[in-house]
C-alpha cells in the first residue's frame, strides 16, 4: 500500500479558513517557479521539486538549491523520495538521481529504467522503490530496475503519472492514454451525468483512511468532479465538488488529490477543495496578487503545515493551526472587538462594541455592570497600580474595583472616551471625540488640557478626535489624533508641539495608534502607512515596503522586541526590523480588521478584529540549525565534521545570514 506522505498518529487541528501565509518565489531563493513536488525529509527539511531549476531545500529561513551547476543531471524534477537513507530525485530527461548529502550518483536506461523521464517515485509496502516513467513503470533495487511493466494487455502504458498497491497486492498504474489500469489487466471508468469520459488520462492516486482510492483526471468540464473508488467497488463512483463550478471549464481537471491523517481528502485544480467525509470546503488562500487558479499540488508537512506548489507561480506556505478565533457562540457581548488588555492576575479583558467581558480558564464572562447595558468600548488601560480603566460611550470611563467595575466619570452623553493613559504622576490622561478634547481625570471630573494651560503655545486651535494616547520615557505625553494638519501631537508638560509637513510627518487623516520600542523609538500607526520616529526623523513604511494595507489601527511589542501591526483589511502583520511577515485572520474583510492587539504573559498574541476575537499561537518548534561555515584558521563552507588544533585562538561558526558563534577553542 503506498501513502501519500509521512503519517502521524494525532495530526493538529486545521482551519481551512485562517492562517499564517506566506510565498516563496525565485526573488526569496526559491530554484525554480514551476513547483511540481514537496517533501519533508526525516531531519525535517522541506524538498521542493521545480520544473524550471532544480530542487530547494528549505530550513525555514532559508533555500539552499541543487540544481545542473551542482551536478544534477536535468533541472527538470518531478518527484522526490527518502528510501534507503538518501534522497531520491526523479528528473524529466537525467533519469533517477541519489543524493547522499555531498554527491550525485545518476541511474538510467543503462541500468535498466523504461526511461530517462521520470514522473513519479513511490516507496512501496514491500520496500522497493518504484519508478513511474513515460515508458512504464519500473521497481528499482540494489543499484537496477529488478522488475518492469511498459505494457498491459498487449497494450502499451505509455507515461505512467502515479501507482498505487491495493490490499491484495495488485498494482493499478496511473496512466495517460488509458486512465486507470492494473497490472492484469482491469481498468476504471467514470464518466459525468451526461455521460462523457473523464477517466482516460490520471494524474495521480491516493487511498484514505478507509481504504477508498481516490483519482485525480485530466478533463475539461465546467463542472468540477472528485473520482473514488470504495473497497469492494468494480468502478469508482463521481462527486461533484460543491462550491468548485464556474463560469469557464476546467483545463486539466483535478490536478492533484491528497489524503491526509485525519480521513480528509484534498483536491487541488482551481485552487483547494477539501472533503472531510461529508461535506466539501475551500481552502481560503488570501495571498494578495497571485492567481491562484492553477494549483499544481498540496502537502501537509509533520508540524502540520500546508505547502501548496503551483505552475509558474512557486511556492505557498501555510500554519493553519496557529489561530483561534472565539465569536458570540463563545460568550463575546459583540462580535467587534475594539480593546483587549490583561491585568496583573493575567485576566484578559475584552472590549467590544456591546459590552466588557473577561476572559477566565478559557471562558468568556460578561463583566458590565447590568444596569449600563450594552456600552461601546473604545479603550482599555492597566496602570501602575494595576487598576484597570477602560472608556466608553456616553462620557462613561470605568474603573476596576475589588467589587466590581465603577464609573468613574459619565457626564456628557454625547461624549466618546476614545483613548486612556496613566502617565508617571498617577493621572489618568484621557482622549475624547467630539469634541476633540484631551486632557485627564481630576477628582472624578475631567480636565481639558486645553482649559488648563490656556495661552500656552500650541493650543491655540486643540486637537480634533484624540485615538491614542503615549508617554514616552523622557515623560512627555503623545496624542495620535484627526485631522490632517494636527494628528501627531507631543505635550512636554509647558507646550504643545504638533508635527506636520515642515517636521517631516506624512500628511494623513488620521492615528489610530503610538506605540514606544524597547530601543526608545515611537511607532506610528497612521491611514497613510507606519511611521518610525527616532527624535530627529521620521520613517515610513507603506504596501511598497511590504505591508499588506497602508491604515494602521493598532500596535504592540512582544517581549522578543517584534512589532504587531493592525490593519485595516490586511489582516496583522509581524515586523522583526527586517521583514513584514502577514497574518491573514480569515477569508473576510472583517476578520482582516484589526482594531487592537495583545501580547499576553505566554508571549501569545491576541487581535480584536471587526469579526471576533483571534489568537494567534507562535509555532515554538525549534529552527533547524544549518552549519554555513565555519573559521578556524581557514574557511570550510558547511563541513560535516572539522579537526583543528586547541592553539587555535578563535573558531566562527555561522548558523545563517545573522547569527554566528565564536570563541575559543577549548572554550566552544
Known amino acids: 500500500m503506498a501513502v501519500t506522505q509521512t503519517e502521524r498518529e494525532t495530526p493538529p487541528p486545521l482551519s481551512l479558513t485562517h492562517g499564517l501565509w506566506s510565498h516563496y518565489t525565485v526573488f526569496d531563493g526559491l530554484a525554480g517557479m514551476r513547483v511540481e513536488d514537496v517533501y519533508q525529509d526525516s531531519q525535517g527539511f522541506v524538498w521542493i521539486a521545480t520544473a524550471d531549476g532544480g530542487v530547494s531545500r528549505f530550513d525555514g529561513a532559508h533555500f539552499d538549491n541543487l540544481s545542473v551547476a551542482e551536478g544534477l543531471p536535468h533541472p527538470t524534477v518531478n518527484s522526490i523520495a527518502e528510501w534507503e537513507g538518501l534522497l531520491w530525485f526523479g528528473t524529466f530527461g537525467g533519469g533517477l538521481v541519489s543524493w547522499d548529502g555531498h554527491r550525485f550518483a545518476v541511474y538510467t536506461t543503462t541500468q535498466g529504467l523504461p526511461s530517462d523521464d521520470i514522473l513519479k517515485l513511490r516507496v512501496m509496502a514491500d520496500g522497493r522503490l518504484a519508478v513511474a516513467t513515460m515508458r512504464g513503470v519500473g521497481w528499482f533495487v540494489g543499484g537496477r530496475c529488478q522488475e518492469r511493466i511498459e505494457a498491459v494487455g498487449g497494450q502499451s502504458v505509455g507515461p505512467v503519472y502515479d501507482l498505487w498497491q491495493d490490499p491484495v497486492g495488485r498494482v493499478w498504474l496511473a496512466t495517460m492514454q488509458r486512465g486507470v489500469v492494473s497490472a492484469d489487466s482491469r481498468r476504471l471508468q467514470a464518466f459525468t451525468p451526461e455521460g462523457r469520459d473523464i477517466l482516460h488520462h490520471a494524474w495521480n492516486l491516493a487511498q484514505d483512511l478507509q481504504g477508498d482510492l481516490w483519482i485525480a483526471s485530466n478533463y475539461v468540464e465546467a463542472t468540477a468532479y472528485a473520482l473514488r473508488c470504495r473497497t469492494g467497488q468494480a468502478q469508482p463512483e463521481v462527486l461533484e465538488i460543491a462550491g468548485a463550478n464556474a463560469q469557464s471549464s476546467l483545463k486539466y481537471g483535478v490536478r492533484h488529490v491528497r489524503a491526509d491523517a485525519r480521513g480528509w481528502v484534498w483536491h487541488a485544480f482551481r485552487g483547494v477543495f477539501v472533503f472531510d467525509g461529508e461535506r466539501w470546503q475551500q481552502l481560503a488562500i488570501p495571498l494578495q496578487g497571485r492567481e491562484f487558479a492553477d494549483v499544481r499540488l498540496s502537502y501537509e508537512d509533520r508540524e502540520g503545515n500546508i505547502w501548496l506548489g503551483y505552475w509558474g507561480g512557486g511556492l505557498a506556505f501555510c ?310 561555515q565555519v573559521m578556524a584558521e581557514a574557511l570550510y563552507r558547511e563541513p560535516e565534521s572539522l579537526a583543528c588544533a586547541a592553539s587555535v585562538p578563535e573558531i566562527r561558526i555561522r548558523l545563517g545570514h545573522r547569527l554566528q558563534i565564536r570563541g575559543a577553542a577549548d572554550v566552544l
Open 319 to 628: 500554519d493553519p493551526s496557529s489561530l483561534r478565533r472565539f465569536s458570540e457562540a463563545e460568550g463575546l457581548p459583540h462580535r467587534e472587538v475594539t480593546a483587549l488588555a490583561a491585568d496583573r492576575r493575567r485576566r484578559m479583558w475584552i472590549g467590544t462594541a456591546g459590552g466588557m467581558a473577561v476572559m477566565e480558564a478559557g471562558h468568556l464572562v460578561p463583566r458590565l455592570p447590568e444596569a449600563e447595558g450594552p456600552r461601546l468600548i473604545h479603550c482599555l488601560h492597566l496602570d501602575q497600580e494595576g487598576r484597570l480603566w477602560a472608556g466608553a460611550d456616553a462620557g462613561r470611563v470605568y474603573c476596576l474595583e475589588e467589587d466590581g467595575l465603577q464609573i468613574v466619570q459619565g457626564a456628557d452623553e454625547r461624549v466618546e472616551n476614545a483613548a486612556l493613559c496613566a502617565d508617571g504622576q498617577g493621572r489618568l490622561w484621557v482622549g475624547q471625540h467630539p469634541p476633540g478634547e484631551v486632557g485627564w481625570l481630576e477628582g472624578g471630573r475631567f480636565r481639558p488640557l486645553r482649559e488648563a494651560l490656556a495661552g500656552a503655545a500650541g493650543m491655540e486651535r486643540g486637537l480634533i478626535g484624540v485615538d491614542a494616547i503615549a508617554q514616552d520615557p523622557q515623560g512627555r505625553m503623545w496624542f495620535g489624533a484627526r485631522g490632517d494638519e494636527r494628528a501627531l501631537s507631543c505635550f512636554d508638560g509647558r507646550q504643545l508641539r504638533v508635527f506636520g509637513a515642515a517636521e517631516g510627518f506624512v500628511k494623513t487623516h488620521y492615528v489610530h495608534a503610538l506605540a514606544f520600542g524597547p530601543d526608545g523609538v515611537l511607532w506610528i500607526g497612521t491611514g497613510v502607512g507606519l511611521v518610525a520616529y527616532q527624535g530627529q526623523r521620521f520613517r515610513h513604511y507603506t504596501v511598497a515596503d511590504g505591508l499588506p494595507e497602508n491604515a494602521i489601527n493598532a500596535l504592540a511589542f512582544d517581549r522578543q522586541g517584534r512589532l504587531w501591526i493592525g490593519t485595516s483589511g490586511g489582516g496583522a502583520v509581524c515586523w522583526d526590523g527586517q521583514v513584514f511577515k502577514v497574518i491573514r485572520l480569515g477569508s473576510t474583510p472583517g476578520e482582516n480588521t484589526v482594531n487592537t492587539i495583545l501580547v499576553d504573559h505566554e508571549d501569545q498574541v491576541w487581535f480584536g478584529t471587526r469579526a471576533g476575537l483571534a489568537a494567534y499561537f507562535p509555532n515554538t518548534l525549534p529552527p533547524h540549525v544549518v552549519i554555513r
